[in-house]
């Protein structure tokens, strides 16, 4: 612990100078920094403080999972969190009835269905600087929120399942370790017919061999932004399609909900969220956070949110519904 406040301190030695009032301030906090885990372990003995954390699987426990089982799985995030408690993300306006079903699954108990959130609730080691920024900041204002909603009884599984490579920091481990991971995961499909529905622009699989070894591929569009307005229609939309094929969902919240409905109608239906850019992150040795990719959507900028035409005859093949 103390290896990671001297990292830390580092980092804000670059930010600061050493002159007058902020070299005081620099020291001071270098000072309490240093001794608070000393402090904080203090309290916890004398205090008996008892600190609260959501039992979350780890990304390889939540695959094997569905592996082994064949189960669905529905995924919160911070955006998730933000609309149940009447925000709104980019690409999706605020809606009470979407906050509302959101409040449902994450509460629901079905069969076959993990629900699974982000393991920021506690220790970021290993994540990218601004990753661990953004969720320390996310957590100091929004843990009692999150919390709200979680059972400190019930066991989640790991949202992060399809964010493995991006977000940590790059080393021949990591490297190692994601080349595996993905070529592992390409088992859940491997031999399936597979439905996916998606962004607009989110064309997963395409361009990469994340999907060699499906059986077929079949896509349903929907808009890339504020899905959930054309929600009915979505879920029409497999009223036709039989529960023998594996629906993966990337659509932001509205794919929350939708794996839901659909695994109670018997589909094995997996919100497969960022995987296919985490993928191809990964395939290019990518190191900057969110870089656009060409040809498909990646909500982290003006770049990424522009994206060119494709007139790909495959793609266009696989294509059997568009709700836009």
């Known amino acids: 612990m103390l290896k990671k406040i001297k990292k830390e301190l580092e980092r804000f030695k670059k930010r600061l100078f050493y002159s007058g009032k902020k070299h005081k301030q620099m020291e001071q906090m270098k000072h309490e920094l240093e001794n608070l885990p000393y402090e904080i372990y203090d309290n916890v003995i004398k205090n008996a403080f008892s600190l609260q954390l959501p039992k979350i699987k780890t990304v390889d426990e939540t695959l094997d999972k569905i592996l082994r089982d064949k189960c669905s799985l529905a995924r919160f995030g911070d955006g998730e969190f933000s609309i149940m408690n009447g925000g709104r993300i980019n690409f999706q306006n605020r809606s009470p009835e979407l906050a509302s079903r959101l409040k449902e699954v994450i509460a629901s108990d079905v069969p076959n269905l993990l629900i699974a959130v982000p393991p920021a609730f506690g220790s970021l080691h290993n994540y990218l600087p601004e990753v661990t920024k953004f969720w320390?900041?996310?957590?100091?204002?929004?843990?009692?929120?999150?919390?709200?909603?979680?059972?400190?009884?019930?066991?989640?599984?790991?949202?992060?399942?399809?964010?493995?490579y991006i977000m940590f920091d790059k080393t021949d481990e990591l490297y190692e370790y994601c080349g595996d991971y993905f070529e592992k995961i390409k088992?859940?499909?491997?031999?399936?017919?597979?439905?996916?529905?998606?962004?607009?622009?989110?064309?997963?699989?395409?361009?990469?061999?994340?999907?060699?070894?499906?059986?077929?591929?079949?896509?349903?569009?929907?808009?890339?932004?504020?899905?959930?307005?054309?929600?009915?229609?979505?879920?029409?939309?497999?009223?036709?399609?039989?529960?023998?094929?594996?629906?993966?969902?990337?659509?932001?919240?509205?794919?929350?909900?939708?794996?839901?409905?659909?695994?109670?109608?018997?589909?094995?239906?997996?919100?497969?969220?960022?995987?296919?850019?985490?993928?191809?992150?990964?395939?290019?040795?990518?190191?900057?956070?969110?870089?656009?990719?060409?040809?498909?959507?990646?909500?982290?900028?003006?770049?990424?949110?522009?994206?060119?035409?494709?007139?790909?005859?495959?793609?266009?093949?696989?294509?059997?519904?568009?709700?836009?």
């Open 187 to 324: 088992k859940v499909w491997a031999g399936r017919e597979v439905v996916i529905c998606e962004g607009q622009a989110t064309r997963f699989g395409m361009f990469n061999d994340l999907l060699d070894g499906v059986k077929s591929v079949s896509r349903i569009l929907c808009p890339a932004r504020s899905a959930f307005d054309k929600y009915d229609e979505i879920l029409a939309a497999f009223n036709d399609i039989s529960s023998d094929k594996l629906v993966l969902t990337a659509l932001g919240p509205t794919a929350t909900v939708l794996t839901y409905d659909l695994c109670r109608k018997g589909y094995q239906a997996i919100d497969i969220g960022q995987l296919d850019l985490d993928y191809e992150w990964f395939l290019r040795k990518e190191v900057v956070l969110g870089a656009p990719l060409k040809f498909k959507y990646v909500d982290s900028g003006r770049q990424g949110r522009k994206v060119q035409h494709l007139d790909d005859p495959e793609y266009k093949k696989q294509i059997i519904k568009k709700i836009l």
């Open 136 to 164: 320390r900041k996310w957590m100091s204002r929004k843990r009692k929120m999150a919390y709200s909603y979680l059972d400190m009884n019930r066991v989640y599984y790991n949202a992060f399942f399809t964010r493995v």
